[in-house]
């Protein structure tokens, strides 16, 4: 019941923003906020009273029921640490979306804020379905609405962003729907029963190529929505179009439906496929961290410059995935988090700036220091986590990533820790252009007003806690990425040992590949 409530809590608050939009535009804004802080701080009163809040193996919560059963479709929900921990997490930045959004969308409220919940439901339901109908079904889900909020509240080229990142997502969504399919019908074959239950399919048993093939093609879903180079062009465009609360549901959210996909449902289907993908995967991670963080300091729009940070931050993640051993998740987890705050953060920022100055060229601002100090300083702030300086929580995350890659890759390693040195170069940049030097003729900006420094406050407050006690995520997703690592590793340690043994054949040796396909079959 747990998993239905998160995600039928929102959906329901969507149906009574949009009917409320009539009564006044203050309606739909409260009954958002005060629905997804409620959501947050019961998922975290349930977190800390569930007695399996640190993990036991099993799922801290199940709903499964019957939905399409001549088709092997199932209502599954399940919530485990990780799931958990990102539902927290799509909580409390649609909060802040909602905060953002205050007095910048003035104009349709009502089926603004539908638009935004019935979005996060979506997302929510991503990171809770278990059965892959369903999982497609949410993964589309999240399209249509920010679609919407793109094209109705952006900026001058809304539409082509709008689109741009429609048609993106939506191809790679539709590859891996035919690989479901596809996934769906092989097991069938082989177990007479055809089902889209994720227990059902984890190691089904697949000839090499096919196995590939469908990694290859889930793996493009999910990297287009992870902005990997080279499925990263609508993530750009998409942030600057977008409105203050959709760049900070994109780059804080969906951006992060990507890597979940990854963890969850590509490399544990495919873990042969994988592992045989790991070093061209690790070469798009690290291009990504070096190539985003050159294009951040090329540019002179806000936002822009945003964006392409999101791009190099999320090639740590990649490349911490592809190194799929325990540390590197971790680390993969808090940076998901940690990018989420940190990047929330600076699309707020870069919003409440627009608001106050009219632009977003960094070229027209200098000097705001002096007349908002405080808007200064949490620029400072964010920019500082977002370089990943010791003591703050994205700096404890980029370290264990290169940690876990170090014992997969020294080579990768050590360029991916050049690009932490780029982010300096770039997040100094931008806080030097902004808020220091002298003060442009006739730009001005007033501080920061109380409520407008609340959500700020809230994330320097948990980038800190996870800079000195990283232990409290990491406890609630370990024993979840461990079992990850686990179903994926053994049958892959026997069959390299296998793969190992070398036999004659037809007066010549070579690996015994029906032997490796035989180590696929469910271990169960």
């Keep these: 019941m747990i998993p239905t409530l998160f995600i039928l809590i929102p959906g ?12 006044g535009s203050l309606w739909p804004r409260w009954i958002a906020l005060v629905t997804l802080l409620s959501e947050c701080a019961g998922g975290i009163i349930w977190w800390i009273s569930s007695p399996g809040k640190t993990g036991t193996g099993l799922w801290l919560a199940e709903t499964r029921a019957d939905w399409l059963p001549g088709l092997g479709v199932t209502f599954h929900l399940a919530i485990d640490g990780i799931s958990l921990l990102l539902v927290l997490l799509t909580s409390l930045l649609g909060a802040v ?16 804020h539908f638009n935004l919940l019935f979005c996060l439901t979506g997302v929510i339901g991503v990171f809770l379905a278990l059965d892959l109908f369903l999982f497609y079904f949410f993964w589309e889900m999240m399209l249509i609405p920010m679609y919407f909020i793109i094209a109705l509240w952006g900026h001058e080229r809304r539409f082509f962003g709008a ?15 035919a690989a479901i399919i596809s996934l769906v019908f092989l097991n069938g074959a082989q177990t007479g029963r055809y089902s889209f239950d994720y227990p059902d399919l984890l190691h089904t048993s697949l000839p090499a190529s096919i196995e590939l093939a469908l990694f290859l093609a889930f793996a493009a879903a999910f990297l287009v929505k992870l902005a ?12 600057t179009e977008a409105p203050t609360g959709g760049s900070i549901i994109l780059a804080g959210l969906l951006l992060k439906t990507g890597a979940y996909g990854m963890i969850r449902f590509a490399v544990p289907f495919f873990p042969g496929a994988a592992d045989l993908c790991a070093p061209a995967g690790m070469v798009l991670a690290v291009a990504g961290i070096i190539y985003g963080a050159l294009l951040a ?3 002179t729009d806000l936002k822009r410059l945003i964006a392409y940070t999101s791009i190099s931050h999320m090639g740590f993640v990649l490349l911490g995935i592809f190194a799929w051993n325990g540390l590197a998740l971790q680390g993969v987890m808090l940076q998901i988090v940690c990018h989420g705050l940190s990047t929330g953060a600076l699309f707020l920022l870069a919003g409440a700036l627009e608001e106050r100055t009219g632009t977003r060229e960094m070229s027209r601002m200098g000097g705001l220091w002096r007349t908002a100090p405080r808007m200064g300083g949490v620029g400072l702030f964010f920019a500082l986590a977002s370089l990943a300086l010791p003591g703050l929580g994205n ?3 980029e370290f264990l990533i290169l940690l876990g890659t170090y014992s997969e890759s020294v080579t990768f390693t050590a360029i991916a820790a050049s690009g932490m040195a780029a982010a300096v170069i770039y997040a100094l940049s931008f806080v030097s252009r902004t808020f220091f030097g002298g003060l442009r003729e006739g730009t001005h900006a007033d501080d920061l007003s109380a409520r407008e420094m609340a959500p700020f406050a809230l994330l320097v407050l948990l980038i800190l806690w996870i800079g000195i006690y990283p232990q409290t995520l990491v406890n609630s997703t370990r024993t979840s990425l461990d079992n990850l690592v686990q179903s994926t590793k053994e049958p892959l340690k026997v069959r390299n040992e296998i793969a190992s043994k070398e036999v004659p054949e037809a007066g010549k040796v070579r690996r015994v590949s029906a032997v490796v396909r035989e180590v696929y079959r469910d271990p169960r």
Excluded: N
């Design 12 to 23: 329901v608050a969507g149906v009574l923003c949009g009917a409320a939009g009539r009564l």
């Design 97 to 112: 979306a909602v905060v953002s959004s205050w007095k910048g969308i003035t104009e349709r409220v009502g089926f603004f």
């Design 228 to 239: 990997a180079p080279p499925f990263h062009s609508w993530l750009p465009d998409a942030h």
């Design 163 to 177: 689109v741009k990142f429609f048609i993106f997502t939506h191809a790679g969504g539709l590859l891996m729907l």
């Design 395 to 397: 700096f404890i995350a």
């Design 297 to 299: 300091f090329s540019q």
